[in-house]
């Protein structure tokens, strides 16, 4: 897409609005205001989660589902509370359909543990892409190495599209499980999730999706999307650390064993058996990340207020000021080009390692990341180490993007 800068003028997003509501983006860092475009890796907190938080310590903290008292009662409606606005985010059946967990990586090992490991036989395939993050690749090597089964890998293409003529050839009738991100961390491709699902479906295979990099800029509807499985990290949609979510078709959840014994997962124990509670407590042990779920549905609420399709407008604005500004810059190369592509811009720069482009950034105050992402299997696939890497939210603006061009250009100055 081709945009001019005169007509940057994307009226979806408010964005002065926006930033007024992250307390953080008034830091200065290293004397220079805070630009920060590492959002890809977490993103900033607005006001109404830090507040929630807050609140919640100060006014209802209790344990949940144990108690009788006022304080555990409050805790728990908000704690069920949370859930149902989960649910609703991403249009699930229903809130039995969500199970908290730590983030993404929990989710899929989950997943991997619960629903693939006591399934699969040798012989059996579980399919990814090659631009999946560590933890949509390692959780299913675990499960190979304990089951027999073996990992299948879809390519991408030089512009870090999935090869969709390989995905029709390798998901076949071997194919139990195919685990694809929704956006890769790396290069920003938008997978075709729909036609991953048609073609897994057609094999009787089921589908997770790792929407850690998706669920902050597009719309997710999981019913629309078809998968089994959607996996997404409260942190890189301006909720708590520490608290993701797993959503799965209720009758797989309820086929599923506990991946984790303790309190809450059970209906009755005794030492001579013990019997689990339905979903989503049976995948629950323990006492759970009570805040951060409360934390978690304020922020996804604060997203449904603003509204994804104008984010995704903001970000699309963002992503292509970007890009023109990058490419004008002698020596830099963009990795990952795709068309379907979301607010991430991967880049190399000649003979300037990507920790140098980093770290003259951060000098003028521009967080970015650099380095191989939790993807080295695309740097390999791209023959290089790493990358420095601009990732876009719904508060950055085209002064952003300036200061990114104007910290490359001064590590240009004095490496390149
Ligand atoms: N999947 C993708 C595509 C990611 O980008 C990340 C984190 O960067 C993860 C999974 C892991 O998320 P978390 O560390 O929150 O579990």
Redesign the pocket.
């Known amino acids: 897409m081709k945009l001019e800068r005169g007509v940057f003028a994307p009226a979806a997003v408010d964005v002065d609005r926006v930033r007024a509501d992250f307390p953080i983006l008034a830091e200065r860092v290293n004397g220079r205001p805070l630009v920060y475009l590492d959002n890809?890796?977490?993103t900033q907190k607005p006001r109404v989660v830090i507040d929630a938080l807050a609140s919640y310590y100060e006014h209802d903290n209790a344990n949940v589902h144990r108690g009788v008292h006022t304080l555990s009662r409050r805790a728990t409606d908000a704690y069920d509370a949370a859930r149902v606005t989960v649910q609703r985010f991403v249009n699930a059946a229903s809130p039995d359909e969500i199970v908290f967990v730590?983030?993404?990586?929990?989710?899929?090992n989950l997943v991997a543990f619960s629903h693939a490991r006591p399934r699969l036989v040798p012989g059996d395939e579980i399919v990814v892409t090659a631009m999946?993050?560590?933890?949509?690749i390692v959780p299913w090597q675990l499960t190979c190495e304990a089951t027999g089964a073996k990992l299948v890998v879809i390519p991408i293409d030089d512009t870090g599209a999935l090869r969709m003529d390989r995905a029709e050839e390798l998901i076949g009738p071997r194919t139990r499980v195919v685990a694809v991100?929704?956006?890769?961390?790396a290069l920003g491709s938008i997978v075709p999730v729909a036609r991953i699902v048609e073609l897994a479906h057609r094999h009787g295979a089921v589908v997770l999706v790792?929407g850690?990099?998706a669920v902050s800029h597009v719309a997710v509807d999981v019913q629309a999307l078809g998968c089994d499985f959607y996996?997404f990290?409260g942190?890189?949609i301006f909720g708590p650390?520490g608290i993701?979510v797993l959503w799965g078709r209720a009758p797989l959840l309820a086929a599923m064993p506990p991946w984790q014994g303790g309190g809450d997962m059970i209906r009755t124990v005794a030492f001579e058996k013990t019997t689990y509670a339905d979903p989503p407590f049976r995948f629950e042990a323990g006492t759970p990340d009570i805040a951060g779920a409360i934390g978690l549905a304020v922020a996804l609420d604060y997203v449904a207020g603003i509204g994804l399709d104008a984010i995704a407008a903001h970000e699309e604005h963002l992503l292509a000021d970007a890009t023109q500004r990058l490419l004008a810059i002698p020596g830099l190369t963009i990795v990952g080009t795709a068309v379907d592509k979301a607010s991430i811009v991967s880049f190399t720069v000649d003979g300037i390692h990507p920790h140098d482009i980093g770290t003259v950034l951060d000098q003028e105050g521009v967080a970015i990341r650099a380095g191989h992402?939790?993807?080295m299997p695309v740097m390999k696939r791209f023959g290089i180490s790493g990358t420095a890497r601009a990732s876009f939210a719904l508060y950055n603006s085209r002064a952003d993007v300036d200061a990114l061009a104007a910290g490359i250009e001064s590590a240009r100055r004095l490496f390149a």
Do not use: F, L, M
């Open positions: 890809g890796a977490t730590r983030g993404t990586t929990e989710a899929i999946e993050h560590h933890s949509n991100t929704h956006v890769s961390n790792d850690a990099q996996a990290s942190h890189k650390t993701g992402h939790c993807a």
